[in-house]
Protein backbone atom coordinates (compact mmCIF):
# COMPACT_ATOMS: atom_id res chain seq x y z
CA UNK A 1 0.00 0.00 0.00
CA UNK A 2 2.91 2.37 0.91
CA UNK A 3 4.77 2.07 -2.52
CA UNK A 4 1.17 3.13 -4.13
CA UNK A 5 1.24 6.48 -2.66
CA UNK A 6 4.71 6.73 -2.66
CA UNK A 7 4.42 6.67 -6.76
CA UNK A 8 1.47 8.68 -6.46
CA UNK A 9 3.57 11.57 -4.65
CA UNK A 10 6.84 10.84 -7.00
CA UNK A 11 3.88 11.81 -10.15
CA UNK A 12 2.15 15.09 -8.41
CA UNK A 13 5.73 15.90 -8.14
CA UNK A 14 6.48 15.21 -11.55
CA UNK A 15 3.08 17.12 -12.63
CA UNK A 16 4.62 19.93 -10.39
CA UNK A 17 7.45 20.21 -12.51
CA UNK A 18 5.55 20.57 -16.04
CA UNK A 19 3.41 22.92 -14.41
CA UNK A 20 5.87 25.42 -13.51
CA UNK A 21 7.70 25.21 -16.73
CA UNK A 22 4.03 25.51 -19.01
CA UNK A 23 4.12 29.00 -19.20
CA UNK A 24 7.22 30.30 -17.91
CA UNK A 25 5.80 31.21 -14.30
CA UNK A 26 3.35 33.77 -15.99
CA UNK A 27 0.09 32.68 -14.86
CA UNK A 28 1.93 30.94 -12.00
CA UNK A 29 3.43 33.95 -10.69
CA UNK A 30 0.12 35.77 -11.04
CA UNK A 31 -2.07 33.25 -9.06
CA UNK A 32 0.99 33.39 -6.56
CA UNK A 33 1.19 37.20 -6.21
CA UNK A 34 -2.36 37.42 -5.16
CA UNK A 35 -1.93 35.55 -1.59
CA UNK A 36 0.12 38.08 -0.40
CA UNK A 37 -2.57 40.87 -1.86
CA UNK A 38 -5.50 39.07 0.18
CA UNK A 39 -3.06 38.83 3.10
CA UNK A 40 -2.89 42.54 3.07
CA UNK A 41 -6.59 42.87 3.14
CA UNK A 42 -6.90 40.52 6.27
CA UNK A 43 -3.98 42.77 7.95
CA UNK A 44 -6.65 45.99 6.95
CA UNK A 45 -9.41 44.82 8.12
CA UNK A 46 -8.12 43.73 11.46
CA UNK A 47 -8.59 41.25 13.98
CA UNK A 48 -12.36 40.39 13.60
CA UNK A 49 -14.42 37.27 12.16
CA UNK A 50 -14.87 38.79 9.16
CA UNK A 51 -11.00 38.58 8.66
CA UNK A 52 -11.08 35.03 10.14
CA UNK A 53 -13.81 34.29 7.32
CA UNK A 54 -11.36 35.93 4.79
CA UNK A 55 -8.51 33.58 6.02
CA UNK A 56 -10.26 30.58 5.47
CA UNK A 57 -11.13 31.65 2.03
CA UNK A 58 -7.38 32.42 1.48
CA UNK A 59 -6.27 29.25 2.99
CA UNK A 60 -8.45 27.22 0.35
CA UNK A 61 -7.29 29.46 -2.62
CA UNK A 62 -3.68 28.33 -1.61
CA UNK A 63 -5.09 24.42 -1.43
CA UNK A 64 -6.69 24.58 -4.85
CA UNK A 65 -3.34 26.50 -6.34
CA UNK A 66 -1.34 23.70 -4.98
CA UNK A 67 -4.05 20.79 -6.18
CA UNK A 68 -3.58 22.35 -9.81
CA UNK A 69 0.33 22.39 -9.60
CA UNK A 70 0.14 18.80 -9.09
CA UNK A 71 -2.56 17.87 -11.54
CA UNK A 72 -5.58 16.79 -9.05
CA UNK A 73 -7.80 19.25 -10.89
CA UNK A 74 -11.15 18.27 -9.94
CA UNK A 75 -10.09 19.08 -6.33
CA UNK A 76 -8.31 22.17 -7.66
CA UNK A 77 -11.70 23.29 -9.09
CA UNK A 78 -13.96 22.64 -5.89
CA UNK A 79 -11.51 24.12 -3.37
CA UNK A 80 -10.92 27.42 -5.90
CA UNK A 81 -14.87 27.62 -5.51
CA UNK A 82 -15.20 27.19 -2.08
CA UNK A 83 -12.50 30.00 -1.92
CA UNK A 84 -15.14 32.57 -3.51
CA UNK A 85 -17.75 31.23 -1.44
CA UNK A 86 -15.87 32.00 1.64
CA UNK A 87 -14.42 35.09 0.44
CA UNK A 88 -17.64 36.45 -0.40
CA UNK A 89 -19.25 35.13 2.75
CA UNK A 90 -16.41 37.43 4.68
CA UNK A 91 -18.10 40.45 2.84
CA UNK A 92 -21.69 39.63 3.30
CA UNK A 93 -21.78 38.49 7.15
CA UNK A 94 -20.15 41.59 7.59
CA UNK A 95 -23.26 43.67 7.28
CA UNK A 96 -25.06 40.89 8.76
CA UNK A 97 -23.99 40.30 12.05
CA UNK A 98 -26.42 37.93 13.46
CA UNK A 99 -26.35 35.45 10.76
CA UNK A 100 -22.06 36.59 11.32
CA UNK A 101 -22.50 34.66 14.13
CA UNK A 102 -24.70 32.40 13.40
CA UNK A 103 -21.89 31.03 10.48
CA UNK A 104 -19.25 31.42 12.60
CA UNK A 105 -21.08 29.28 15.24
CA UNK A 106 -21.73 26.09 12.67
CA UNK A 107 -25.20 27.28 12.60
CA UNK A 108 -25.66 28.61 9.37
CA UNK A 109 -24.29 27.22 6.03
CA UNK A 110 -22.49 29.12 3.38
CA UNK A 111 -25.97 30.63 1.25
CA UNK A 112 -24.64 31.43 -2.25
CA UNK A 113 -28.12 32.31 -2.76
CA UNK A 114 -28.10 35.45 -0.25
CA UNK A 115 -25.07 36.28 -1.34
CA UNK A 116 -26.33 36.64 -5.09
CA UNK A 117 -29.58 38.46 -4.39
CA UNK A 118 -29.78 41.32 -7.09
CA UNK A 119 -32.25 43.06 -3.95
CA UNK A 120 -30.74 42.35 -0.80
CA UNK A 121 -27.63 40.39 -1.70
CA UNK A 122 -23.70 41.76 -2.39
CA UNK A 123 -23.95 42.60 -5.45
CA UNK A 124 -27.09 44.66 -5.08
CA UNK A 125 -28.24 48.65 -5.29
CA UNK A 126 -29.18 48.46 -1.24
CA UNK A 127 -25.69 46.95 -0.38
CA UNK A 128 -23.76 49.71 -3.12
CA UNK A 129 -25.97 52.40 -1.50
CA UNK A 130 -24.99 51.73 1.96
CA UNK A 131 -21.36 51.38 1.28
CA UNK A 132 -20.28 53.26 -2.08
CA UNK A 133 -23.03 54.35 -3.98
CA UNK A 134 -20.45 55.35 -6.61
CA UNK A 135 -20.09 51.70 -7.72
CA UNK A 136 -23.76 51.47 -8.28
CA UNK A 137 -23.47 50.57 -12.06
CA UNK A 138 -21.12 47.82 -11.85
CA UNK A 139 -22.68 45.71 -9.06
CA UNK A 140 -25.06 43.78 -11.81
CA UNK A 141 -21.80 43.18 -14.10
CA UNK A 142 -19.13 41.56 -10.86
CA UNK A 143 -22.67 39.66 -9.77
CA UNK A 144 -23.11 38.15 -13.55
CA UNK A 145 -19.07 37.33 -13.54
CA UNK A 146 -19.40 35.67 -10.02
CA UNK A 147 -22.40 33.49 -11.04
CA UNK A 148 -20.77 32.51 -14.17
CA UNK A 149 -17.35 31.27 -12.65
CA UNK A 150 -19.27 29.73 -9.67
CA UNK A 151 -21.59 27.53 -12.34
CA UNK A 152 -18.53 26.54 -14.04
CA UNK A 153 -16.59 25.45 -11.05
CA UNK A 154 -19.58 23.65 -9.55
CA UNK A 155 -19.42 21.52 -12.68
CA UNK A 156 -16.62 19.67 -11.40
CA UNK A 157 -18.02 18.91 -8.42
CA UNK A 158 -21.34 17.96 -9.81
CA UNK A 159 -19.63 15.92 -11.99
CA UNK A 160 -20.80 17.47 -14.99
CA UNK A 161 -20.56 14.48 -18.28
CA UNK A 162 -19.08 17.19 -20.44
CA UNK A 163 -16.55 18.22 -17.77
CA UNK A 164 -15.40 15.11 -17.18
CA UNK A 165 -15.15 13.68 -20.59
CA UNK A 166 -12.42 16.67 -20.52
CA UNK A 167 -10.48 15.37 -17.53
CA UNK A 168 -7.39 13.42 -17.80
CA UNK A 169 -8.12 10.05 -17.21
CA UNK A 170 -4.72 9.20 -15.28
CA UNK A 171 -3.22 11.60 -12.79
CA UNK A 172 -1.18 13.65 -15.99
CA UNK A 173 -0.64 17.13 -16.38
CA UNK A 174 -3.38 19.09 -18.91
CA UNK A 175 -2.22 22.20 -20.06
CA UNK A 176 -5.76 22.88 -20.87
CA UNK A 177 -6.87 22.47 -17.12
CA UNK A 178 -3.97 24.73 -16.25
CA UNK A 179 -5.42 27.65 -18.08
CA UNK A 180 -8.98 26.82 -17.58
CA UNK A 181 -8.12 27.13 -13.59
CA UNK A 182 -6.39 30.15 -14.22
CA UNK A 183 -9.12 31.78 -16.68
CA UNK A 184 -11.58 30.90 -13.45
CA UNK A 185 -8.92 32.23 -10.93
CA UNK A 186 -8.64 35.44 -12.63
CA UNK A 187 -12.16 35.74 -12.10
CA UNK A 188 -12.92 34.73 -8.51
CA UNK A 189 -10.02 37.03 -7.31
CA UNK A 190 -11.59 39.86 -9.24
CA UNK A 191 -14.75 39.25 -7.83
CA UNK A 192 -13.77 39.01 -4.72
CA UNK A 193 -11.83 42.11 -4.38
CA UNK A 194 -14.61 44.21 -6.22
CA UNK A 195 -16.88 43.22 -3.35
CA UNK A 196 -14.33 43.40 -0.93
CA UNK A 197 -13.63 47.52 -2.30
CA UNK A 198 -17.25 47.49 -2.25
CA UNK A 199 -17.77 47.21 1.35
CA UNK A 200 -14.60 48.52 2.98
CA UNK A 201 -12.85 51.59 1.25
CA UNK A 202 -14.88 53.58 2.46
CA UNK A 203 -14.90 52.02 6.05
CA UNK A 204 -11.43 51.66 7.08
CA UNK A 205 -9.36 53.82 8.59
CA UNK A 206 -7.10 55.89 6.00
CA UNK A 207 -4.01 53.75 7.31
CA UNK A 208 -5.77 50.45 6.77
CA UNK A 209 -7.12 51.52 3.22
CA UNK A 210 -3.44 52.07 2.24
CA UNK A 211 -2.18 48.78 3.11
CA UNK A 212 -4.03 47.63 0.13
CA UNK A 213 -4.46 50.78 -2.45
CA UNK A 214 -1.79 49.68 -4.88
CA UNK A 215 -3.74 46.03 -5.49
CA UNK A 216 -6.96 48.02 -5.79
CA UNK A 217 -5.45 50.31 -8.12
CA UNK A 218 -4.38 48.47 -9.94
CA UNK A 219 -7.00 45.98 -10.86
CA UNK A 220 -10.26 48.28 -10.06
CA UNK A 221 -8.50 51.67 -10.58
CA UNK A 222 -10.26 52.12 -14.02
CA UNK A 223 -13.83 52.92 -11.75
CA UNK A 224 -14.37 56.11 -10.94
CA UNK A 225 -16.10 55.18 -7.62
CA UNK A 226 -12.81 52.99 -6.68
CA UNK A 227 -10.93 55.81 -7.66
CA UNK A 228 -12.89 58.38 -5.24
CA UNK A 229 -12.80 55.97 -2.12
CA UNK A 230 -8.69 56.06 -2.80
CA UNK A 231 -8.73 59.96 -2.76
CA UNK A 232 -7.66 60.30 -6.10
CA UNK A 233 -9.32 61.69 -9.41
CA UNK A 234 -12.34 60.52 -10.55
CA UNK A 235 -11.83 62.03 -14.36
CA UNK A 236 -11.43 59.09 -16.93
CA UNK A 237 -7.94 59.50 -18.01
Given at each position: ?59 EYQTALLALLQGQYTSAFAELRLFLELGLASVYYSAHIVELHLFSAGELDVNWS ?124
Open positions: MASYYRTANATCGQILSESLQFDAYGRLYRAHSAIGDFERWIQAIGPSREAELLSDALRAFMDPETGIFSHTFARAFNGELLDHVADYRGLAVRVYRECSEYIHGNANVRRKLPRNLTFSGEHYVSWNDKADATRIVLLFALSLRWLRNLPVESVRQVEAHVQEELGNLPGIRSALGGSVEVL
